[in-house]
Nanobody, 123 residues
Framework: QVQLVESGGGLVQAGGSLRLSCAASGRTFSIVTVGWFRQAPGKEREFVAACTRSSTFKYYGDSVKGRFTISRDNAKNSVFLQMNSLKPEDTAVYYC????????????????WGQGTQVTVSS
């Protein structure tokens, strides 16, 4: 079992930065892939980024490549999402997820989810 709690969301102006954190509990956290997804009102949940257990591989959605960076600290059971050059279209609830059954970019594959944190980017 893995429990996830996100934090760090808020209101920021376009061009600004935010750093999201996800605190995990559960002894299996360090051996699973973790990911970030987001969901805007009326839209499907969208893949943002994923990181394998040793940070060997990192993956990003096309809309955030070059602006967002995922990282993790297994010793602290944490995963982070550094978001730079934010745009109004980045506005969404951001979710931390862990342990996909297969692949890394399909929300349906992840077993564990946090409650989400709101990110709002004003123009």
């Amino acid at each position: 079992q893995v429990q996830l709690v996100e934090s760090g969301g808020g209101l920021v102006q376009a061009g600004g930065s935010l750093r999201l954190s996800c605190a995990a509990s559960g002894r299996t956290f360090s051996i699973v892939t973790v990911g970030w997804f987001r969901q805007a009102p009326g839209k499907e949940r969208e893949f943002v980024a994923a990181c394998t257990r040793s940070s060997t591989f990192k993956y990003y959605g096309d809309s955030v490549k070059g602006r967002f960076t995922i990282s993790r600290d297994n010793a602290k059971n944490s995963v982070f999402l550094q978001m730079n050059s934010l745009k109004p279209e980045d506005t969404a609830v951001y979710y931390c997820a862990a342990d996909p059954r297969s692949g890394y970019d399909a929300a349906t594959g992840y077993q564990y989810w946090g409650q989400g944190t709101q990110v709002t980017v004003s123009s």
